[in-house]
């Protein structure tokens, strides 16, 4: 199994709702990721996880709160966001959290804030 | 500023030309190098890489071209196809507080028949 599964697809959210965003990969890698992509411009990274523990955060604000339950799940729970924070997010997952290291990224979720 | 960075921000070829995308770097730190193609819609999808000791790595009708001096890099695609119209990244991995990875701006491929 080569392959990053992200859910949902799609999400619409209000500026006062609270979801979560799933990641899984069955590839046995310990590293894992969060992006967040705008419309024509490249991925950014927010979070990485390395071997379950928060290694980066990108200085994002709180009210994105990633989590790592174990090493084939990558959740990332939303809260009071706003218009702005509409994107694609995508889940990466590589073998370790080192130099030279391909990533494999899943088909990310489409948001949408109200 | 960006570390990484493209020369054109679209490209338009006909079927069965070759493709040249080419992508800047400013960090002499850089030692690994990805070229992601990204379709409407879909996640980045792994293309190619090179290592920084290595000058040119040939996959499958793709050809990535490392010149350090300069500090650039290009992908080169053989005969495209209308399946490679998609948008195209680099990106390297430094030691920016860990090894993440830094996307260039993309460059945009649209093959015409």
């Known amino acids: 199994d080569t392959e990053v599964t992200q859910t949902p697809k799609h999400l619409v959210m209000g500026m006062t709702n609270k979801k979560s965003l799933k990641c899984e990969q069955h590839?046995?890698?310990?590293?894992m990721y969060w992006y967040k992509q705008k419309a024509k411009k490249p991925p950014e990274l927010m979070f990485v996880?390395?071997?379950?523990?928060?290694?980066i955060n990108e200085s994002v604000p709180s009210r994105f709160s990633p989590e790592c339950p174990n090493s084939s799940l990558l959740n990332l729970h939303l809260h009071a966001l706003q218009p702005e924070d509409s994107a694609l997010y995508l889940c990466a997952s590589s073998q370790a959290h080192r130099r030279a290291n391909e990533q494999f990224f899943g088909p990310g979720t489409r948001l949408t804030v109200l | 500023g960006e570390s990484v960075g493209l020369h054109l921000p679209t490209l338009s070829v006909q079927e069965g030309d070759n493709s040249i995308i080419n992508c800047a770097y400013s960090?002499?730190?850089?030692?690994?190098f990805i070229w992601y193609k990204q379709e409407s819609g879909k996640g980045p999808q792994f293309i190619i890489d090179?290592?920084?000791?290595?000058d040119k790595r040939q996959g499958q009708r793709v050809t990535v071209l490392l010149n350090k001096t300069v500090k650039h890099l290009s992908l080169q695609i053989a005969a495209t196809q209308p399946g490679d119209s998609a948008v195209y990244f680099c990106a390297e991995n430094t030691p920016r507080g860990g090894y993440a990875l830094n996307f260039g701006k993309g460059t945009s491929l649209l093959v015409t028949p």
């Open positions: 090179i290592r920084s000791n290595m």
């Open positions: 590839m046995g890698h310990r590293a």
């Open positions: 996880y390395s071997y379950e523990k928060l290694s």
């Open positions: 960090n002499s730190a850089s030692d690994y």
